[in-house]
């Protein structure tokens, strides 16, 4: 079955210093792998993705994330962070087995202090 | 903004009743998806519809219903609610091209309370 796992509930960083939100999946065929960001009463805003090509993938907000298949990992990273990074981080895969829905990890909670 | 639209933002409702949680895509994507964000069970699909017609189907309780009509907009139905379906209540959208490529864009919930 295909799953992805956050493995911390809560990061916490100092503004300036980089950050990394660890990810890292189980899927029986190809990954596609997705990070989402939601903040307070918000809904998930698309942050960026994987579906194949360089394993360094840029998304919005200066956020990167890096595909590693020997690790099964997909860290998302930022060189540096900003208080308004603040928020809770979701990875995603896709389910091949239900045409496109995602699965979700149990979130991380990044929390940037000034 | 995604260009999702949900309606209501919030509801409060008694046990047993029936609710109705509606949904607008992005213009042009012919995708809905919905899904259930919970404290115990994290965030987890319920259905999807392409085009008017049911694709998938996740956690679904049998209580629940959902359709999506001619202009694509969706409709999620709940009813016979217990409080255990509280939750925040999430569609999204995406073009349709290909399920596992293309980005799901998601609206900003329907905030349940069931008391």
């Known amino acids: 079955a295909q799953s992805v796992a956050q493995p911390e509930d809560q990061v916490n960083v100092a503004e300036g210093n980089p950050l990394t939100v660890k990810c890292t999946y189980s899927?029986?065929?190809?990954?596609?792998l997705f990070w989402y960001v939601q903040y307070p009463n918000r809904g998930l805003q698309f942050l960026l993705k994987?579906?194949?090509?360089?394993?360094l993938v840029k998304g919005s907000y200066g956020f990167e994330a890096e595909f590693n298949k020997s690790q099964t990992s997909f860290h998302l990273k930022k060189p540096s962070a900003i208080v308004s990074d603040s928020a809770l981080y979701f990875c995603a895969v896709r389910d091949g087995r239900s045409q496109g829905n995602l699965i979700f990890g149990k979130g991380t909670k990044l929390s940037v202090k000034p | 903004d995604s260009g999702v639209t949900q309606t209501p933002k919030h509801l409060i409702t008694a046990t047993g009743q029936r609710v109705t949680l509606r949904c607008s895509p992005r213009s042009g994507d012919l995708s809905v998806y919905w899904y259930q964000q919970s404290l115990d069970q994290g965030l987890q699909f319920l259905i999807q519809?392409?085009?008017?017609?049911?694709?998938a189907k996740g956690n679904i309780l049998e209580r629940f219903s959902a359709q999506q009509f001619p202009d694509l907009h969706s409709e999620l139905n709940l009813s016979s609610l217990e409080l255990g379906d509280s939750a925040l209540y999430f569609c999204a959208s995406s073009v349709g091209t290909s399920e596992f490529t293309d980005t799901q864009y998601f609206g900003p919930g329907t905030r349940l309370t069931v008391l």
């Open positions: 899927v029986s065929g190809n990954p596609y």
């Open positions: 994987y579906i194949t090509g360089d394993n």
């Open positions: 519809y392409y085009n008017g017609e049911e694709r």
